[in-house]
């Protein structure tokens, strides 16, 4: 139980193009939805959290802009990567607070980005 | 406030040891402790988690050491095995599914 899914798994797109990724809660309603990036050999870094139905909050020095966060139902959280280059190659994570199998966090299985 | 750090940055232990990683922490505000660990190309996993009230939890052959006055916790990896093999990392979050803070990350190595 408390399965996110994450699609795509890996994605290769051309330097200017935009990128949509989606995480699915399948058992449980994902009020909250926690967007990491990591780089090769480094930390989850979070990017921003959204819930649903209301707008994302960003971290500090991420642009709202360029990553664009949707979390129009319970769930379903998307995260689309606008005007793509190459610097934002990386691997992406999603993660949703997990209810009613105790507490605990449940993650995607992550998204590898290229941009070539 | 925010950092959780982690040692070894990397650590090679040989089948059938003990591998010992480390985390401190400063906001006194969180309470709750996981580990996980992540495999090449895929998410982070739940291995284990703690909450401040207790001082040692066991699950198998991980345990978590916890030290509430000293603000650190560790992960204990009993009879290490080839297939432990991945990168932990320790977290911390606050009451109220606030978000991770996360460690630097440990790459452990089990030579056969």
């Known amino acids: 139980g408390a399965v996110v899914s994450q699609h795509p798994s890996r994605v290769i797109c051309k330097s200017g193009t935009s990128v949509k990724i989606e995480c699915r809660s399948l058992d449980f309603q994902a009020t909250t939805m926690f967007w990491y990036r990591q780089f090769p050999k480094q930390s989850l870094m979070l990017m921003a959290t959204?819930?649903?139905?209301?707008?994302?909050?960003?971290e500090q020095g991420v642009e709202k802009d360029k990553f664009l966060i949707n979390h129009a139902s319970l769930t379903l959280s998307t995260l689309t990567v606008t005007s793509a280059h190459p610097e934002d190659s990386s691997f992406y994570i999603c993660?949703?607070?997990?209810?009613?199998?105790?507490?605990?966090?449940?993650f995607g299985s992550g998204t590898r980005l290229t941009v070539v | 406030q925010q950092q959780v750090k982690q040692s070894p940055q990397s650590l090679i232990v040989q089948k059938g040891g003990i591998s010992i990683i480390n985390c401190a922490y400063e906001?006194?505000?969180?309470?709750?402790f996981p580990w996980y660990q992540q495999f090449p190309g895929k998410g982070p996993a739940l291995l284990i988690a703690i909450r401040p009230d207790v001082s040692e939890k066991k699950e198998g052959r991980f345990t978590i050491s916890f030290n509430k006055s000293a603000k650190q916790f560790s992960l204990h990896i009993m009879d290490s095995q080839p297939g432990d093999s991945a990168t932990y990392f320790c977290?911390?979050?606050?009451?109220?599914?606030?978000?991770?803070?996360f460690g630097t990350g440990t790459r452990l190595l089990v030579s056969p």
């Open positions: 993660s949703s607070p997990r209810t009613g199998l105790g507490y605990g966090y449940t």
């Open positions: 977290a911390a979050s606050r009451t109220g599914f606030q978000k991770l803070v």
């Open positions: 906001n006194t505000a969180f309470d709750y």
């Open positions: 959204s819930n649903e139905g209301s707008k994302a909050t960003y």
